[in-house]
């Protein structure tokens, strides 16, 4: 087992753990913590595949904006009476029934894959700049209607924030 091997499987392990911590939080702040955590494994991966660039956008683009807006709208909804502790007994079941099956499924097609489905993938290698023309050039319309439903998913959370802020301050009102 090399170097690489060793850390590609510690990695995936961190991303592993940290994501089946974060679908297990109640807590919302915590599991999307945990979840940076994964993307930040997961930019570590793509940086030791030989991938810098994808691994700059995870972090950007994932762990950075993406998260942080999740977190702004959990802190927005002020989702409050959540007490961390796992989930009941009857929702285990049947997600580690799928588990089972998902790794049954994974060992099926390892086993029938055989060694000759063991080839090294090509390296994909592209410049940042190149990279950029090609995304802006062919999916230029994905990125902006992406964009345009983060920005209404921010505006709509700002709306509910201030509906309950107001509910509040009329409640104080009242009491006083």
């Known amino acids: 087992m090399t170097l690489y091997s ?4 510690i990695l995936a392990a961190v991303i592993l753990v940290s994501t089946g911590v974060a679908i297990t939080r109640r807590n919302m702040v915590h599991a999307v913590i945990w979840l ?3 993307f930040f494994g997961s930019a570590m991966l793509f940086y030791l595949m030989g991938a810098p660039l994808l691994a700059a956008l995870e972090v950007i683009i994932y762990a950075g904006a993406i998260m942080i807006l999740f977190l702004f709208i959990i802190m927005m909804l002020k989702t409050e009476g959540l007490e961390e502790r796992l989930f009941p007994l009857r929702q285990w079941v049947p997600a580690m029934g799928m588990g089972a099956v998902s790794l049954t499924v994974c060992l099926l097609l390892l086993i029938a ?6 080839t090294p993938l090509k390296t994909a290698v592209a410049e940042p700049a190149v990279f950029g023309h090609f995304l802006f050039r062919r999916h230029w319309l ?3 209607i992406v964009s345009l439903l983060l920005l209404i998913a921010l505006v709509g959370v700002l709306h509910m924030g201030m509906k309950k802020e107001n509910h ?4 104080r009102k009242d009491t006083a």
Do not use: D, K
Not at 6 to 9: G, I, P, Q, S
């Open 113 to 118: 894959a055989g060694p000759e489905a063991r």
């Open 36 to 38: 940076v955590m994964s």
């Open 142 to 144: 994905a990125i902006e």
């Open 6 to 9: 060793l850390l590609f499987y």
């Open 168 to 171: 509040h301050i009329r409640n």
